[in-house]
C-alpha cells in the first residue's frame, strides 16, 4: 500500500512540476513545432510523405491560441493525436521511417508530447487509484477468488474500458464488482444453527467524480465515496442444519465489512430467519480456491 | 561530454527481486561502456504478487488448470524442478493476462513505476524518453509493449529511444480467445485491430524513431516464445510439450521483419531437453548473445 501511495504522489508530483513549467508555454511549443514542421514540408519530394506532414501540421492547429491548463487542451489534443494517428495509418513499411517522417516525430516529442504525457501521466495514476479502491481497499478485499476476478474481467458490466478509456466517466473504470462465494453462515431459528450458503452479489463502488478543471486534474470527492465507499446486494442459497436435518435456505443479504447480513427464507415450514455469514474466508481459501 | 543514456530493465517469471537488475548490469558491462549510461531495474514482482494473493490459485487448482490447457506431456517429461516454474510461469500469465482488470492494474503500476525510474536521483531532472532504452525479458517483454503502445495510443507517438525484448511471449496465441485473451489481442483492443495489423503498425511505429530501434530476440530451444519439440527417450517421438502456439508464426515474423528490417532474430542455444527449460530460458544466457549486444551497441552508439 505505501508503495503504491508513494509511487502515485511521486507522479502526482512529476505531474504538477511539468504542469508548472509548461504554464504559458504551449503557443511557445506550438510555434516551434510548426517551424520545424514546416520546413521539413518545404524540403520533402516523396508525396506521401509531404501529405502525412500537411496531416500533422493541420492537426497541430487545433492547439492554435491554447494555452496549458486551458479546459480545451484535452479535448484538442484527442482530435490531434487521433488525426496523427490516422495519417500514420497511411504510411508504408518504407514512408514510415525516411528522414522527413522520422524528423517531424521527433519534433512532436521535443514540443507537443511533453503536455500529452503529463496528462497521461496524470490519468494513469488517478485509473489506478480507482481500480485499487475497487478491488484492494475493503475488508474482505483480500477474499475473492480466481473466479470473482474472471468474471469481473470479462462482464461487461464489471470489467475497465481499456481502450481509449481515459474520456469516460471514471476513466473506463466500471463500479460494479460481481461476488461469488460460499460462506459459511449461522441461521438463527431457535438458536444458531451452522448452514453454508452459495452466494452470487453485486456490489457498488461509489467513484469520487475526476475534476477535469483543476490541472493536475483531482478527485472530488463526496458523501458516498468518502464515507460509504462501496455497497451492495446478494442473492443465496444454501443449506442449514435446521432441526438435525439439511434444509434449503434462500436468502437476500448485503455485506458489512467481513460479515453478511442475511434475510433466510426456508420453504420447508415456509419460517424467515436472519442469518450471519462470514465474508472473510482466507482460513477456508486453500481448500476452496474457485470460490 | 556525451548525454547520458538509461537502461530500464524488466524482469520476467522467477526473477524480479529488487535489485535484480544488478547481475544483469554486470553482463552488460563485459559487453559495453556504461560510463554514461544508467541502468535501472523496473522490478514489479510485487504488483503481479498483490493480484496473485487476491486471487490465489493454490496448487490443486492450478493443477487443474493446466490439465485443462492440455499439457499432460510436459508434466510427464520434464523434471520436478522445471515443472515447478513452468507452473510459476503459468501462474504469472494468468494473472497478468487472464484477469483483465488486474492486468490494467498491472500495467498502470508499471507505467508509474518507468515515470519514477526516468527520475536521476542524482540531479531531480527526468531522463528524457527519448534517451530511455527499455529491455524486457519473458513476460517484461509481454509487458512492455503492452506499456508502450498505452502510450503510443494515448500520446501518438512512442518517445523512447529503443527496446529490446528478449524470449518474449508476445506471439503466444491463446487457444481460445473468447475465454482467454492474449497478449497480441490486447494490444490490438488499445489499438491495431487484429493480430497482423496489430504487429504491422507496432512495428511501424518504431521506425519512426529511426532504423534498428526495435528488437525481438527468441531462442528457438526456449519453449516460452518457440515451439519446441523435444525427442522423447526411447521411442524417439518429436513432441511439442504445449500444444499451444506460443512464439510468432512466420507469415507474423515476415510482418514484423518486412515493417522494420530485422526486427526479429531467432537464436539457438542450449539442448532441447526437457530438464534444459529454465537454462533455454535464462535470462543472462540471452544478454550474453551477439545480437543483443549488437542490437544493444547499436541503440547506444
New interface residues.
Given amino acids: 500500500m505505501e508503495?503504491?501511495l508513494r509511487?502515485?504522489f511521486?507522479?502526482f508530483i512529476?505531474t504538477l512540476q511539468a504542469t508548472v513549467v509548461f504554464a504559458g508555454r504551449l503557443p511557445d511549443s506550438l510555434a516551434q513545432y510548426k517551424e520545424k514542421t514546416q520546413l521539413l514540408v518545404a524540403d520533402e519530394r516523396n508525396p506521401q510523405v509531404k501529405t502525412y506532414l500537411l496531416r500533422c501540421l493541420s492537426g497541430a492547429e487545433l492547439l492554435k491560441g491554447l494555452e496549458a491548463g486551458d479546459l480545451r487542451v484535452p479535448p484538442a489534443f484527442d482530435a490531434?493525436?487521433k488525426s496523427?494517428?490516422d495519417a500514420?495509418?497511411e504510411?508504408?513499411?518504407e514512408t514510415?521511417?525516411v528522414q522527413g517522417?522520422?524528423e517531424e516525430?521527433?519534433a512532436?516529442?521535443a514540443h507537443l508530447?511533453p503536455y500529452?504525457?503529463a496528462e497521461?501521466?496524470n490519468l494513469?495514476?488517478l485509473?489506478?487509484e480507482l481500480?485499487?479502491r475497487?478491488?484492494?481497499k475493503s475488508e474482505t478485499?483480500?477474499n475473492?477468488?480466481?473466479l470473482?476476478?474472471?468474471i469481473?474481467?470479462?462482464w461487461s458490466l464489471?470489467?475497465?474500458d481499456?481502450?481509449?478509456s481515459?474520456g469516460q466517466e471514471h476513466l473506463g473504470?466500471a463500479p460494479w464488482e460481481a461476488i461469488f462465494r460460499f460462506e459459511p453462515a449461522l441461521a438463527f431459528d431457535h438458536g444458531a444453527q451452522v448452514a453454508i450458503l452459495g452466494t452470487a452479489g453485486l456490489s457498488y463502488a461509489f467513484f469520487p467524480d475526476i475534476d477535469r478543471s483543476k490541472t493536475p486534474m483531482v478527485f472530488r470527492e463526496d458523501f458516498w465515496s468518502k464515507w460509504v465507499q462501496k455497497s451492495g446486494l446478494r442473492l443465496g442459497v444454501g443449506v442449514g442444519n435446521l432441526d438435525d436435518r439439511a434444509k434449503l435456505l434462500l436468502g437476500a443479504g448485503t455485506q458489512l465489512n467481513a460479515l453478511g447480513l442475511w434475510g433466510l427464507y426456508k420453504p420447508d415450514g415456509e419460517a424467515f430467519l436472519f442469518g450471519l455469514s462470514a465474508s472473510d474466508l482466507s482460513k477456508f481459501?486453500?481448500f476452496i480456491?474457485?470460490f | 561530454m556525451a548525454k547520458k543514456k538509461l537502461i530500464i530493465l524488466a524482469h520476467g517469471i522467477g526473477n524480479g527481486v529488487e535489485g535484480f537488475h544488478k547481475d544483469w548490469e554486470k553482463v552488460l558491462a563485459e559487453h559495453h561502456d556504461l560510463t554514461n549510461v544508467v541502468v535501472k531495474g523496473l522490478s514489479w514482482e510485487d504488483v503481479l504478487q498483490k493480484v496473485a494473493d487476491k486471487y490465489p490459485v493454490v496448487s490443486g487448482t492450478l493443477a487443474e488448470i493446466v490439465a485443462m490447457c492440455g499439457f499432460p506431456d510436459l508434466k510427464k517429461w520434464v523434471g520436478n524442478e522445471s515443472w515447478k516454474e513452468f507452473q510459476d510461469y503459468v501462474m504469472d500469465v494468468l494473472v497478468y493476462v487472464g484477469l483483465q482488470d488486474m492486468w490494467l492494474m498491472i500495467q498502470d503500476s508499471c507505467v508509474l513505476k518507468l515515470e519514477e525510474l526516468r527520475k536521476d536521483q542524482g540531479t531531480g531532472q527526468s531522463f528524457p524518453e527519448s534517451d530511455t532504452i527499455l529491455i524486457g525479458h519473458s513476460l517484461g517483454a509481454a509487458m512492455l509493449p503492452h506499456l508502450v503502445w498505452r502510450e503510443y495510443a494515448f500520446t501518438g507517438t512512442i518517445p523512447y529511444h529503443g527496446m529490446i525484448l528478449l524470449a518474449s511471449p508476445l506471439g503466444f496465441q491463446s487457444p481460445n480467445r473468447m475465454i482467454c485473451q492474449d497478449f497480441l489481442q490486447r494490444m490490438g483492443e488499445i489499438f491495431g485491430g487484429s493480430r497482423d495489423n496489430t504487429l504491422a503498425r507496432f512495428a511501424r511505429a518504431w521506425n519512426m524513431r529511426g532504423k534498428n530501434k526495435l528488437k525481438f530476440i527468441n531462442n528457438e530451444n526456449d519453449i516460452v516464445c518457440s515451439d519446441v519439440k523435444y525427442q522423447i527417450p526411447v521411442t524417439g517421438e518429436l513432441v511439442d510439450l504445449i500444444p499451444l502456439r506460443q512464439g510468432f508464426d512466420p507469415a507474423e515474423v515476415k510482418i514484423l521483419n518486412d515493417e522494420h528490417k530485422g526486427c526479429v532474430e531467432y537464436v539457438s542455444f542450449g539442448q532441447r531437453d526437457p530438464g534444459e527449460i529454465a537454462a533455454n530460458h535464462d535470462v543472462l544466457a540471452y544478454l550474453k548473445l551477439k545480437p543483443f549486444n549488437d542490437a544493444l551497441a547499436a541503440l547506444l552508439k
Avoid: M
Wanted: glycine fraction near 6%.
Fill in positions: 508503495r503504491y509511487t502515485a511521486i507522479a512529476l490531434l493525436i496523427r494517428r500514420q495509418g504510411l508504408t513499411a514510415s521511417g517522417v522520422v516525430n521527433d512532436f516529442i508530447q500529452r504525457k497521461y501521466i494513469v495514476a485509473q489506478e481500480l485499487e475497487k478491488y484492494f478485499a483480500k475473492a477468488n480466481f470473482e476476478g474472471y469481473n474481467g470479462r464489471t470489467r475497465s481499456y481502450s481509449d481515459f473504470v481459501k486453500k480456491s474457485w
